[in-house]
């Protein structure tokens, strides 16, 4: 198999930024016109009425989240940290979710006006005494682990026991202390399920039946329903040819937001999808040896950067950016046709990237451009064990 992306095409601006970073190469590029095309591209297929959001976790750089800000509805932040950040990038709607808020983190949700994805009993109670504390009213959607739906995709967070949302059986409970908190005013429902599902119709099925059983839930217990967010999921095929199809999950969209009373919104909040194709991890190989049998490349960078494909397993597509000059006064390490392991700087044989990827030629100086690294990239990776330098953070 070959470790070249088809064409070995990379975006010429990239390439420039490439070349003009520090050596040895080792920098992530962000480019905000891939940004901004993604989220049009997603803006044009879902009808009106659908609220877009973009998920911080999937990357919390400022200039990413701010072009995101700048396009989209809102943030949907899952820390005290990402709310900070959403607030300073202007963010119009923030909704602030995740399964361990501190009162802290809910005294700044209620300060920034955001809605809060409530995430169990307890919390509600919290979040109702910070509120009234404040004087505020703020708008919860109840966040529910609904049973026995589960769906295609890595990460399934609902409809099997995870720490995430309201078991469905306690909702009624709930819904009834809601409507006795004076300091929350219940508008709706979060039922964030999957991630990186590549089936848009079931998706899209998905979301058409969490507006349903919304919509039923809502006129059983008697909630006035504003707001169904079905969180994000839309996937990314890092290793294939598979695209989620926007325009199918977008028509599979409007039957479900016709389903919804007027007043209603439904929300989608997606993270990979949104940020995956702009980011590339670039690192240089510093060396490159045979060992057992088996050629290396070793580079100025690795899992701590970019840990996604070790996370996942799987190894990640590259292609090969040539670096012409030479320094040293002896030969340039270099293998032509070969099959090589990609590893990174760290003392763990598990710091790889790819493995057995077949490589036209490679030397050592030259860089490897790890695309579709956007999401999840940086974001998630352990950077500081070992203590090498950070990458650069180039953005376009
Ligand atoms: C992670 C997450 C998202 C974004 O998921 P993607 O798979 O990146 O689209 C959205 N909502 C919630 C609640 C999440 O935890």
Redesign the pocket.
């Known amino acids: 198999m070959t470790g070249e992306l088809a064409g070995g095409g990379l975006p010429a601006a990239v390439v420039g930024a490439l070349r003009a970073a520090d050596r040895p190469v080792c920098a992530y590029v962000y480019d905000r016109d891939t940004l901004r095309e993604r989220a049009a591209r997603l803006r044009a297929a879902v009808p009106p009425g659908c609220s877009l959001l973009y998920?911080v976790?999937?990357n919390g750089h400022p200039a990413v989240v701010g072009a995101l800000a700048a396009v989209l509805d809102g943030l949907?932040v899952?820390s005290g940290g990402e709310l900070a950040l959403a607030v300073s990038a202007g963010a119009g709607t923030v909704v602030f979710?995740?399964p361990a808020k501190t009162d802290a983190e809910l005294r700044a949700a209620v300060a920034a006006g955001a809605l809060v994805?409530v995430e169990s009993g307890h919390e509600l109670r919290r979040l109702d005494l910070v509120a009234r504390a404040a004087g505020a009213r703020v708008p919860v959607a109840v966040?529910v682990n609904r049973a026995g739906r589960r769906l295609a995709g890595s990460?399934t967070?609902a409809g099997e026991a995870t720490p995430?949302g309201v078991d469905e059986e306690q909702l009624p409970a709930v819904v009834r202390l809601a409507r006795g908190s004076p300091g929350v005013r219940l508008v709706g429902f979060?039922l964030?399920a999957?991630?990186?599902n590549l089936d848009a119709v079931a998706h899209a099925g998905f979301v058409a039946e969490a507006v349903r059983w919304s919509v039923a839930v809502s006129d059983r217990l008697g909630v006035a329903l504003e707001y169904v967010n079905v969180?994000?999921?839309?996937?990314v095929d890092y290793t294939g040819g598979a695209v989620f199809d926007v325009a199918a999950f977008g028509a599979g969209l409007v039957p479900a937001v016709a389903a919804l009373p007027p007043a209603a919104r439904l929300v989608v909040?997606?993270?990979?999808?949104l940020a995956a194709d702009a980011g590339w991890y670039a690192a240089e190989v510093l060396d490159l040896k045979r060992v057992h049998g088996r050629w290396f490349a070793v580079l100025r960078g690795g899992t701590h950067h970019f840990r996604l494909p070790a996370a996942w397993g799987y190894s990640h597509p590259f292609t090969v950016l040539p670096v012409p000059g030479w320094d040293y006064p002896f030969e340039r390490p270099r293998v032509v046709d070969v099959d090589v392991d990609v590893v990174g700087e760290l003392c763990t044989p598990r710091d790889v990237l790819a493995r057995g990827r077949r490589v036209a030629r490679l030397r050592a100086g030259d860089v490897l451009v790890f695309g579709r690294a956007g999401?999840?990239g940086w974001d998630i990776s352990h950077h500081d064990f070992l203590r090498h330098p950070h990458p650069q953070q180039l953005v376009l």
Request: aromatic share 10%; no cysteine; hydrophobic share 30%.
């Open positions: 998920a976790k999937a949907e899952a979710g995740g994805h966040r990460h967070m995430f979060h964030h999957v991630s990186n969180g994000g999921g839309l996937g909040e997606p993270g990979r999808f999401a999840y």
